[in-house]
């Protein structure tokens, strides 16, 4: 009986899930996709965080990928960031494409931009 509840309760703590998404709200862009980020997803390494960041096109009509998922690096001392890389999803959340970002290397966070809502986001808050 004991190896019967041991397996069972190994099988269950395998069988248990990853922590979910939780994607709140950061704000909005021009074009009206809905930019969110994951609180859960959030890693700090020293001065670095890197942060998941979904954007949300399904109120821009001419969006056949109505979600792209992005993975946001950020120096929260130098003010910079990359997009390390990126995943888009059709409306029945299959991968359409996947990429990495093309930039070389950190680049600085530009003022009045989604990227410096996200930075402000990430480095300047206890959340």
Do not use: H
Not at 65 to 87: G, K, Q, R, S, Y
Not at 105 to 114: C, F, L, N, T, Y
């Amino acid at each position: 009986m004991r190896w019967m509840f041991a397996t069972l309760t190994m099988t269950a703590l395998v069988a248990a899930p990853a922590q979910a998404a939780q994607w709140v709200k950061l704000t909005e862009s021009k074009n009206g996709a809905i930019v969110l980020i994951d609180n859960q997803g959030i890693t700090r390494d020293g001065t670095r965080i890197t942060a998941p960041v979904k954007w949300d096109y399904a109120a821009v009509a001419e969006e056949k990928d109505p979600v792209e998922i992005d993975v946001m690096v950020f120096d929260c001392a130098n003010e910079t960031f990359n997009l390390t890389n990126f995943t888009y999803y059709d409306k029945a959340g299959n991968v359409t494409r996947k990429g990495k970002g093309d930039r070389p290397g950190m680049v600085p966070v530009p003022e009045k931009s989604i990227a410096r809502d996200i930075f402000d986001r990430v480095c300047k808050s206890d959340t």
